[in-house]
């Protein structure tokens, strides 16, 4: 009798426990209809809608962490970071179980802390406070993934901010280990050097890289940049007009040619390009740029 008892004891619990479990796949089943349709409606271009149907799907299911995730996405998208931040932070926080799931989530708060440093209007130390937030958030990242070679990336353009060049150096060449076709690493580790004053390990640095991808006008402009830097001004030229041909409204490829022109006294072809840089350069090119350009054209005014 009692092995019978105790049978009965387990499936009467069993019976008491399965409404409460189909109860939360149904609620999970219904967040993820809505969130769905969230999606859609975001697709369509309809973003209140959108952004309505993620609040009820985390309502309905408040531990469902890609509606959390979707919803921070879609904030990113609207430049509404610090409610992007709260909806990737609460994905991180119901996604706790899931560490690959949870490697991504870490990389999307980084981006929206680097996103806030670059606000215009804040404070340096506030800047530099959300630079080291973000940078913790793509340690995360690599601790859950090591091979996250996005989140390397960003951590070596975030440390070359701060002014921290080693640990920038170790992070971009740890990108290229993983990612040696990413030419984003070999463009950032090149000009770091070149703006460190060891333009010749710049060089050789995107040397390597247009051979990895050579329809990068950026590495072409970087390259072409060392060059220049180096005294080497036709080869600067030869580079920056494979870059301009790559991209021919890029605005520090026309600087870079009308400068490398200048240096060889080729009058019309500097500037050609300098009146085409200043015709391009928005409010992001500084004052001192814009007027060397001018002061480089006045001069070549003066050649006969």
Not at 25 to 53: D, P, T, W, Y
């Amino acid at each position: 009798m009692r092995k019978y008892a105790a049978l009965f004891a387990i499936v009467t619990s069993m019976a008491v426990m399965a409404p409460g479990c189909n109860f939360a796949s149904r609620q999970r089943v219904q967040s993820i209809n809505r969130m769905n349709e969230g999606i859609e409606l975001h697709k369509r271009g309809n973003s209140s809608q959108a952004e309505q149907a993620l609040k009820e799907a985390i309502e309905i299911d408040p531990s469902h962490a890609k509606a959390h995730y979707t919803l921070g996405q879609i904030k990113l998208k609207q430049s509404r970071l610090v409610d992007a931040e709260k909806a990737f932070r609460d994905a991180i926080g119901a996604a706790a179980s899931e560490p690959a799931v949870q490697s991504e989530y870490n990389y999307q708060l980084g981006v929206v802390l680097a996103s806030q440093g670059d606000e215009t209007g804040i404070s340096t130390n506030e800047k530099n406070a959300k630079y080291q937030d973000a940078i913790k958030a793509f340690q995360e990242t690599t601790k859950l993934d090591p091979n996250h070679y996005k989140a390397h990336y960003r951590m070596g353009v975030l440390y070359e901010r701060l002014d921290q060049p080693k640990l920038a150096d170790a992070a971009f060449r740890r990108t290229i280990e993983l990612q040696p076709t990413y030419s984003a690493a070999f463009v950032s580790l090149g000009n770091m050097y070149i703006d460190y004053g060891h333009a010749n390990v710049g060089q050789a640095v995107l040397e390597t890289g247009v051979k990895v991808n050579d329809k990068d006008a950026k590495m072409w402009n970087g390259l072409g940049r060392a060059q220049l830097v180096l005294n080497k001004p036709q080869e600067a030229i030869d580079s920056l007009k494979k870059a301009k041909a790559i991209d021919p409204d890029l605005p520090d490829v026309l600087f870079g040619l009308g400068m490398a022109y200048a240096e060889i006294r080729q009058r019309k072809d500097a500037v050609e390009n300098l009146q085409a840089f200043l015709t391009k350069a928005g409010q992001d090119v500084p004052e001192d740029i814009k007027k060397a350009a001018n002061d480089t054209m006045a001069r070549m005014q003066d050649v006969i």
